[in-house]
């Protein structure tokens, strides 16, 4: 069976880096493509980015360049890496299974989130 | 580009409840339906306009219209209440988007 967790620093102070692990169990991260969703308190659903099998990336526009999606194949995890953080970061993220043979793609499994706080 | 979802719907149990999901691109792009309850993760209920997961309740359907996709609930139950979201993309078929989230609330 599929699972995912995430973990990271709860906490940030703005303008710092937030960097958050994924780590994958039940299957490997070579095998498939990996995406990051986030939700902000009471909001919406938002799509953060995709990571390809083929290591090809792709990410919300409104988050310009400052987000990096990656994977380490040897611990079988996925990164995310958001830099310049403001409050208005703040939210529950979620790294997700992305289901790449279709178009658009979307996200069959997904982990439990963590939440993230950006606060002075 | 943006999906528009209605904030709520509200219907008794055993009902049919429906909440659609418009969009431009939606012609040309599939659209997919998560279920999302309190404190929960996303969980996805429709794929590829009409499609059932396993062990998804046989009472979730989707349909499609022009602009607009439907997620329907037949025989709606307690347990069915929740967010839901759609889930598409632009033109490109790239860039993910997100509709706005309906409530659901079983009276």
């Known amino acids: 069976q599929v699972r995912l967790q995430e973990s990271g620093p709860g906490l940030l102070r703005p303008s710092e880096t937030l960097s958050l692990t994924c780590t994958v169990s039940?299957?490997?991260?070579?095998?498939?493509?990996w995406g990051w969703i986030r939700q902000s308190p009471g909001k919406k659903l938002e799509w953060i980015g995709y990571?390809?099998?083929?290591?090809?990336?792709h990410s919300n526009p409104s988050l310009n360049s400052r987000v990096s999606i990656s994977v380490d194949t040897l611990k079988n995890q996925i990164s995310l890496q958001l830099t310049s953080v403001t409050a208005g970061d703040t939210a529950v993220y979620y790294c997700?299974?992305?289901?790449?043979?279709?178009?658009?793609?979307?996200?069959?499994?997904w982990g439990q989130g963590t939440l993230v706080t950006v606060s002075s | 580009y943006e999906l528009t979802q209605p904030p709520s719907v509200s219907v008794s149990p055993g009902q049919t409840a429906r909440v659609t999901c418009s969009g431009d691109?939606?012609?040309?792009?599939?659209a997919y339906w998560y279920q999302q309850k309190p404190g929960q993760a996303p969980l996805l209920v429709i794929y590829?306009?009409?499609e059932r997961p396993s062990g998804i309740p046989e009472r979730f359907s989707g349909s499609t219209s022009g602009t607009t996709v439907t997620l329907t609930i037949s025989g709606v139950q307690a347990e069915d209440e929740a967010d839901y979201y759609c889930?598409?993309?632009?033109?490109?078929?790239?860039?993910?988007?997100f509709g706005g989230g309906t409530k659901l609330t079983v009276l």
């Open positions: 590829k306009d009409s």
């Open positions: 990571i390809y099998y083929t290591e090809t990336t």
């Open positions: 691109a939606l012609p040309r792009q599939y």
């Open positions: 039940g299957t490997s991260v070579r095998s498939y493509s």
């Open positions: 889930q598409s993309a632009d033109s490109s078929g790239i860039f993910v988007l």
């Open positions: 997700a299974r992305v289901e790449a043979g279709a178009t658009p793609v979307y996200f069959d499994f």
